[in-house]
T-cell receptor
Framework: GEDVEQSLFLSVREGDSSVINCTYTDSSSTYLYWYKQEPGAGLQLLTYIFSNMDMKQDQRLTVLLNKKDKHLSLRIADTQTGDSAIYFCAAYGGSQGNLIFGKGTKLSVKP | NAGVTQTPKFQVLKTGQSMTLQCAQDMNHNSMYWYRQDPGMGLRLIYYSASEGTTDKGEVPNGYNVSRLNKREFSLRLESAAPSQTSVYFC??????????FGPGTRLTVL
């Protein structure tokens, strides 16, 4: 079945760009998502990309998709302390037909 | 709109006790989900309901039962709680493949 992998931690300085990476295994995944979880809260959808797209930009967020390598990245420009959270990559539409989450990347932003 | 609501927010059980976690959504979504979140494990799907009247097992269904009471409500029952079920439980809803909306979570401790 689908497996979604991402690094567990990322630390950046305020004002820098953050890049969170994710790999997935099922090439038939049709939708790829980035969710944000703040401490003590549920998950909130940040952005998503269809598998027929290479890039999607939404204000400070840029998503890049390399279908050949099954690699997804989320770039946050001008990272702020309020961006500190856990970011989950998720893939949908593969053989399992459900949303499969990675383990989450904890982003720490230092002033 | 309240979105997805979950009750209770916190619960402490003793081993062997039973309880039901409640979830309701007011977005008229067909699909509803129950996940558990454990440190370092990401989110794992327990059960889901693609539409009213149907339920299916997810990745980790053992020790749980669900009921899709109507289109709005999807409950998760622990018949005989075990310490391994200590976790944060999230309910979510979606309209087919679109964005999953998450509730705030129930933090369950089983002693």
């Amino acid at each position: 079945g689908e497996d979604v992998e991402q690094s567990l931690f990322l630390s950046v300085r305020e004002g820098d760009s953050s890049v969170i990476n994710c790999t997935y295994t099922d090439s038939s995944s049709t939708y790829l998502y980035w969710y944000k979880q703040e401490p003590g809260a549920g998950l909130q959808l940040l952005t998503y990309i269809f598998s027929n797209m290479d890039m999607k930009q939404d204000q400070r967020l840029t998503v890049l998709l390399n279908k050949k390598d099954k690699h997804l990245s989320l770039r946050i420009a001008d990272t702020q302390t309020g961006d500190s959270a856990i970011y989950f990559c998720a893939a949908y539409g593969g053989s399992q037909g459900n949303l499969i989450f990675g383990k989450g990347t904890k982003l720490s932003v230092k002033p | 709109n309240a979105g997805v609501t979950q009750t209770p927010k916190f619960q402490v059980l003793k081993t062997g006790q039973s309880m039901t976690l409640q979830c309701a959504q007011d977005m008229n979504h067909n699909s509803m989900y129950w996940y558990r979140q454990d440190p370092g494990m990401g989110l794992r799907l327990i059960y889901y309901s693609a539409s009213e009247g149907t339920t299916d097992k997810g990745e980790v269904p053992n020790g749980y039962n669900v009921s899709r009471l109507n289109k709005r409500e999807f409950s998760l029952r622990l018949e005989s709680a075990a310490p391994s079920q200590t976790s944060v439980y999230f309910c979510a809803s979606s309209e087919s493949y679109n964005e999953q909306f998450f509730g705030p979570g129930t933090r369950l401790t089983v002693l």
